[in-house]
């Protein structure tokens, strides 16, 4: 589902090199297109199909580009969050609430970035953004009438124990599976949720997880330490909210929003494939500036395919080989625009499914 402005342009470059990775190790593809978001609301005046939900479903991995745009973002749709756009929607059927979201540093790239080489260098952080709960699904919100202090707007920010839980455990796997290292945000300080937040993740980590290295920083000294010393974390534990927030200043470690990758799971596979339907998304959205030009940066798309590769169909040497190929592509020279380059989409993906093919 290519959904929205440059959603399906790097969308088709993803399914290139996935299609060229597959082949490599006999890996059959069996793929359905679809609508989402604006695009669905354009077709069929829903933000996706009771039919797309029942394919969704039924199907291993979901690779989605971007949904929204100022064309629809206006549209108020009966019901919760999740009738409001295709892929909260999508999130909240097929309960993906682990998101991983991946920034890296690449060396090619260490001076092209908003920060010093020797800041950056190194730097490799698994954002993980819990994805289905928090203010962002949360049911009590709405707006009415404060009388004479005008309206009042409300999205009550709630988490429960469960929801916490099942999250961190998959943090902490995902470490184990690292560097070894979590550290947990929130804003315990001065709310009550994240008072739960750090209770629940540091019970799960002090009593399950002992061998993993665990921190607790307030959000906003979190997003000053991400500055500061990005080469010091390793996975990073966050709510919706923080989580939506930090991943896009992970971006600019890797060069670009453009770069970063996600794989939302509803389980971490202990090995081998997932058996729940998972999305995989570049953390980037619709960019309407440069929908249509055929400039937009692919490689947070291709990199999602990889993440498909490993956590939907267990082929992770495979991933490895394709997260290897746009290193190389990227160390050739080859960039497009927002990393300072001419490359277009097309000649971009072009370069990573060459180098896939001569390693
Ligand atoms: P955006 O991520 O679309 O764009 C932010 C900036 O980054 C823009 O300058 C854009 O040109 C640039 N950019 C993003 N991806 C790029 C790429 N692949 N290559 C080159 N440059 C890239 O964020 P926005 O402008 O705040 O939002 C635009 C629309 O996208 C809104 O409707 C928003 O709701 C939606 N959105 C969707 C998703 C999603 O579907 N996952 C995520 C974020 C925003
Ligand atoms: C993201 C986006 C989405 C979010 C929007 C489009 C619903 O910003 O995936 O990061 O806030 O989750
Ligand atoms: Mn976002």
């Not at 199909?49 to 199907?59: G, H, M």
């Not at 010093?116 to 049911?139: P, W, Y």
């Not at 988490?159 to 999250?167: H, K, N, S």
């Amino acid at each position: 589902m290519g959904g929205d402005g440059i959603g399906p342009e790097v969308v088709d470059a993803a399914l290139r090199v996935l299609e060229v990775a597959a082949r490599s190790v006999g890996l059959r593809l069996d793929i359905d297109e679809d609508l989402l978001g604006g695009a669905a609301w354009d077709a069929h005046g829903t933000f996706i199909r009771v039919e797309t939900l029942a394919s969704a479903r039924a199907s291993d991995a979901l690779l989605v580009g971007a949904v929204g745009g100022p064309k629809w973002d206006h549209i108020v749709v009966d019901g919760g969050p999740e009738e409001q756009d295709g892929l909260m929607k999508l999130r909240h059927e097929l309960q993906v609430f682990a998101c991983l979201r991946h920034a890296r540093a690449h060396d090619a790239l260490l001076d092209r970035t908003a920060f010093k080489a020797e800041v950056i260098r190194g730097a490799d952080i698994m954002l993980m953004r819990e994805l289905c709960g928090g203010a962002m699904f949360s049911r009590t919100r709405g707006i009415d009438d404060a009388g004479e202090r005008g309206r009042r707007a409300y999205d009550l920010n709630e988490y429960t124990e469960a929801e916490i839980e099942r999250f961190a455990r998959v943090g902490f796997e995902v470490a184990r599976r690292r560097r070894g290292r979590v550290l947990s945000v929130d804003k315990s300080n001065v709310l009550v949720a994240g008072k739960l937040w750090r209770e629940v993740v540091d019970r799960i980590g002090k009593t399950e997880f002992a061998d993993i290295e665990l921190t607790h920083f307030f959000t906003d000294n979190a997003a000053y330490q991400l500055c500061c010393r990005p080469a010091d974390f390793d996975v990073i534990l966050a709510d919706n909210l923080f989580g939506d927030l930090l991943s896009d200043q992970s971006g600019a470690i890797a060069g670009s929003l453009g770069m970063l990758p996600s794989a939302c799971l509803a389980e971490l596979p202990a090995g081998g494939r997932s058996q729940r339907p998972a999305i995989y998304e570049p953390v980037h959205g619709s960019a309407p500036d440069i929908a249509g030009q055929g400039i937009a940066n692919p490689i947070g798309a291709i990199l999602s395919a990889a993440m498909l590769l490993e956590f939907s169909a267990g082929e992770v040497e495979c991933a490895r080989r394709v997260d290897a190929a746009v290193d190389a592509a990227l160390a050739a020279g080859s960039l497009t625009r927002d990393l300072g380059g001419e490359h277009t989409t097309r000649e971009m993906t072009d370069a990573v499914i060459r180098e896939f093919r001569d390693a």
